[in-house]
């Protein structure tokens, strides 16, 4: 048996290289991935532990770790994350357990709990952060205009545990929507059957089956929230983190080399709970949880638990929806908190100077990576589930590795990296302050996600449907190209439209790299934002929103006229 395994590996070994285009395609894939996302995390560790004058050496660190405001911004950066992955795996379980065990009798507030529980998910990193200002502030239409409160503080950590929370649960929800699917019923009507009560079920059930994944949910969104940049840059005050620390260490301090040692550190932070997330509590929930629930589940009539949670539900919902709302508002009104008349000054201002040039590049740039990181993602999906390689959990793994990257880690190792050039050579130099390193970028940033759909799309398709046209004399690329592709080209096309959705709203990787030369939405609302000049930040906002939410429209608009892989899939199963 062992040797007749080691005998098909080395055929399956053998007919690759036999391959030529399947070769060049691994080759330029490991160049990528080694130059891109590899490299610039590399060129941070060496230079936060090796010096031309010195050598070896810990100095930076040392450096870096005696100064008070570092020390700080660690401190805080942890106690966001925690907080903020508490508070998201709870409110991500209450919406999972009442769309999934509920029983919610009004078709149109389902609905609405599963919008509310999306929105932020596709949303610009800044709208929730513009909106807690703009209701919370001290100009706030709550605080001062409602309330009378002309002291209101939201700035600080409660402002940035809310904005995240509110923007991060989403992730949660949909993870655990997912688990509580998969319970089987008949183990908590058991429960039920023996007198138990629902609560006592909840705890004594579902909630020890539910751990691993609640694990994995906090773990997630902890990560989420310690490389976040956007919403503590813009509502967190004095409250440092790590992301916005590191930010300022390039661009006010002008210390790249200290920032650097800073970006190890949170790197390592968040890699390490990447690596727990990914390969330890990802495991546990598959063997906790594994198929589907052996038949319907009854859904929970009681109004005793029906009506407290729907209401909760509804209140968070109504919540969510008026922080999205404030946020045209806000680009309408001619001057928030003083004069509520409407009037379009706030855009004619943004489209008379530079407004236009920034959709233009901020379109362009995402544009240009949307299909190139499509096309990427599939290919590596192809070659983790199809083919066997030595380099095979390389590829995957790098390719996953920018998830658990923060993107003012990635920015400050592109300076590091490219602003001289590779290795302090003249090689690439060029690249550094251009757009094709901001696309590069987009790239690597929406690799992980593309990657992990395209796998699962993958795993679903017959291995003899493309060994059929391997018998018939195709090559690797033309079976890629006319057999797998075409199965998986909803999976293709969702990846495409999410990542143009998340370059154009992207903001913390491509903060410390863009230029003078271009001009991208989502700097344009950072930096109006910081000069306190709302209306034109909101206005940037709300066109932002237009346009991802016009793209998402799109896209399931031409899944359902074009999309036919479904259908291909489902004449599979059947025969």
Request: glycine share 8%; aromatic share 12%; charged share 15%.
């Amino acid at each position: 048996m062992v040797a007749a395994g080691a005998q098909g590996k080395r055929l399956d070994r053998r007919k690759l290289f036999g391959d030529p285009i399947m070769v060049s395609t691994i080759a330029v894939l490991l160049i990528f991935l080694l130059l891109f996302i590899l490299y610039p995390l590399a060129t941070l560790l060496v230079d936060s532990v090796f010096s031309r004058e010195t050598g070896f050496t810990l100095d930076v660190f040392t450096r870096v770790l005696s100064l008070g405001r570092f020390r700080t911004a660690f401190t805080n950066t942890l106690q966001l994350g925690l907080l903020t992955g508490v508070f998201s795996t709870v409110l991500g379980l209450m919406f999972a357990y009442v769309d999934v065990y509920m029983k919610v009798r009004s078709r149109v507030m389902k609905k609405l709990f599963d919008v509310v529980s999306l929105l932020p998910v596709v949303s610009p990193p800044f709208v929730l952060s513009l909106s807690m200002i703009l209701l919370f502030g001290r100009s706030g239409l709550i605080t001062r205009t409602l309330l009378g409160i002309y002291d209101s503080e939201i700035y600080g950590l409660k402002g940035i545990v809310v904005v995240q929370t509110l923007t991060f649960f989403p992730v949660c929800y949909l993870m655990l929507k997912g688990l509580l699917r998969n319970i089987d019923p008949s183990l908590e009507e058991a429960a039920r059957d023996m007198g138990a009560t629902r609560w006592k079920v909840f705890t004594t059930v579902t909630l020890p089956l539910l751990l691993p994944g609640l694990g994995n949910a906090f773990l997630v969104t902890f990560i989420e929230s310690v490389a976040d940049f956007a919403n503590p840059m813009l509502i967190g005050g004095s409250f440092d983190t790590l992301a916005t620390t590191i930010y300022l260490q390039v661009t006010g301090a002008y210390d790249k080399v200290g920032a650097a040692a800073m970006a190890v550190v949170l790197l390592s932070l968040t890699l390490v709970l990447f690596l727990i997330q990914k390969y330890y509590l990802e495991k546990r929930t598959v063997a906790t949880l594994t198929g589907k629930a052996s038949r319907e589940r009854m859904l929970i009539a009681d109004r005793s638990v029906t009506r407290p949670l729907t209401i909760l539900c509804t209140l968070f919902s109504a919540f969510v929806i008026l922080m999205y709302v404030s946020v045209p508002f806000g680009a309408l009104f001619k001057l928030w908190g003083r004069n509520y008349s409407l009037s379009w000054v706030h855009f004619e201002y943004i489209f008379k100077y530079g407004g236009i040039r920034a959709f233009r590049d901020s379109f362009l740039l995402s544009l240009i990576a949307a299909p190139i990181t499509a096309l990427l993602s599939m290919i590596i999906s192809y070659l983790v589930v199809k083919k066997k390689f030595r380099s095979k959990a390389l590829i995957e793994f790098t390719s996953m590795l920018a998830m658990a990257v923060p993107g003012t880690v990635l920015g400050v190792g592109y300076i590091r990296g490219y602003a001289n050039g590779i290795f302090g050579t003249g090689l690439l130099q060029g690249l550094y302050g251009t757009g094709l390193i901001l696309i590069i970028v987009f790239v690597v940033r929406s690799l992980p996600v593309g990657t992990r759909s395209g796998i699962s799309a993958l795993r679903q398709i017959d291995r003899s449907i493309e060994e059929s046209a391997y018998d018939m004399g195709a090559n690797s690329g033309r079976v890629f190209m006319t057999v797998t592709l075409p199965l998986i080209k909803d999976s293709f096309f969702s990846g495409l439209v999410t990542t143009f959705v998340r370059s154009i709203t992207a903001i913390s990787a491509i903060i410390l790299l863009v230029t003078p030369k271009y001009l991208l939405i989502t700097t344009q609302i950072n930096e109006f934002a910081e000069k306190g000049k709302f209306g034109e930040a909101c206005a940037y906002a709300t066109i932002l929103i237009l346009i991802v939410y016009g793209s998402i429209l799109l896209m399931n608009l031409f899944m359902k006229t074009f999309g036919t892989s479904k259908k291909i899939r489902e004449a599979q199963k059947n025969g």
